[in-house]
């Protein structure tokens, strides 16, 4: 892909204070999938109007079914090969790339090649941000398999810069450059959000946040995201099932940018953008995210 003329000018040497996960703070950049009642057990739960998700009691009333808890979409139609795409489930398995400070879990494995009285050091705690991706006419949900109430994982979003035809220049004046993306939501959706555009990755509102081993993500279509980052001790893994659509053009499945070639942004020095994690707090209540100078 060429590098667009869209840059984030300013944005150099800023840290992303990571957050924990939620439905509310997440909501402009897709779905946060998780038990909305985890204190109501199917036994005691009967008829009631009051359940989120429109739920309703099934199987023979030893279940509750929270209904169309994630918003999936399919807009190939608008793509420009006309291909048509088909659902695609996927495994994943993350190996951990960054620690979370003063987390618990697993103890870190000691290497064939490392004795256990010289175990090789504990990730860092924080994460450059060397590549964002979007799909533009797809949504995308991660749903993470562990058995491990410890795992963490790095949600990693920004909103789109302005772009389209007819949109304004870049810094030099000349046109920006478009990546293919669709233009309307079709009548019968039921989409809560609009699509983002065509435009480069808006670094100026970067958000991250942590999600735990009872949430699922779906990203919505056209948000730009990093690549899925797993979270905890050197060796940990995370495993996800990832359920899209996709119709096999490279351009239209997943749209990338390198941070530093492509929006002129170094990461992982002086001029790099990075995201931070700090001890999690007992309750996940935080929505917000602060930004700070390097």
Known sequence: ?????????????????????????????????????????????????????????????????????????????????????????????????????????????????TSARHPQPPPPSTFSVTVLERHPYTTQTFVPLTADPTAHYLVIVAPSLPGGPGGPGGPD??????????????????????????????LHRLRAFVANATQAVTYGAGTWHAPMVALGNQGAAVDFVVVQFANGVAAEDCQEVDVQRDLGQGAGNQGGIAVRLRPLPQENKGVGVNMSKL
């Open 173 to 202: 004046g000349e046109a920006k450059t478009l990546l293919p993306v669709p233009s309307t939501l079709p009548l019968s959706a039921n989409y809560p959000r609009a699509l983002p555009g065509s435009g480069m990755p808006d």
């Open 1 to 113: 892909m060429p590098p667009p003329n869209e840059k984030n000018p300013a944005v150099s040497g800023i840290v992303i204070e990571a957050v924990p996960l939620t439905r509310e703070a997440f909501a402009l950049f897709g779905d946060v999938v998780e038990n909305p009642r985890p204190d109501l057990h199917p036994s005691s739960a009967g008829p009631s109007p009051r359940l989120p998700f429109d739920a309703i009691t099934a199987n023979q009333g030893s279940a509750i079914k929270y209904q169309h808890v994630s918003n999936q979409i399919n807009l190939y139609d608008q793509s420009p090969s006309g291909c048509p795409a088909s659902p695609v489930m996927s495994m994943f398995v993350c190996a951990a790339r960054v620690r979370i400070p003063g987390s618990t879990g697993p103890p870190m494995p000691t290497p064939a090649l």
